[in-house]
């Protein structure tokens, strides 16, 4: 019964930093799992970071070092800081939780100009 809705997408420079926000409709602290995947125009979604249902995280190889998921259980709130941003991270970001099927939100867009 969860609903998600990211917001913080925008439009920054190569190098640049961003944060992405994903609010929960109810308390985050007992969902399975959330977490963050991303679509560019003519590619297949692709898992970004997540949290694991022991609260562990999870981090795509091209974003390891660079991007940072963390949570605010009282804020219901999931977020994903991007730093050191490069081109090909542009794409479109959707937020998920999982109890136990994955909800979506409707995306943000995330562009880095070169």
């Known amino acids: 019964q969860v609903q998600v809705v990211e917001s913080g997408g925008g439009l920054v420079q190569a190098g640049g930093s961003l944060r992405l926000s994903c609010a929960a409709s109810r308390s985050i602290f007992s969902i399975n799992g959330m977490g963050w995947y991303r679509q560019a125009p003519g590619k297949q979604r692709e898992f970004v970071a997540g949290?694991?249902?022991?609260?562990?995280?999870n981090y795509a190889d091209s974003v390891k070092g660079r991007f940072t998921i963390s949570r605010d259980n009282a804020k219901n709130t999931v977020y994903l800081q991007m730093n050191s941003l490069k081109p090909e991270d542009t794409a479109v970001y959707y937020c998920?939780?999982?109890?136990?099927?994955?909800?979506w939100g409707q995306g943000t867009q995330v562009t880095v100009s070169s």
């Open positions: 949290f694991t249902s022991s609260g562990r995280t």
């Open positions: 998920y939780a999982a109890a136990p099927v994955k909800v």
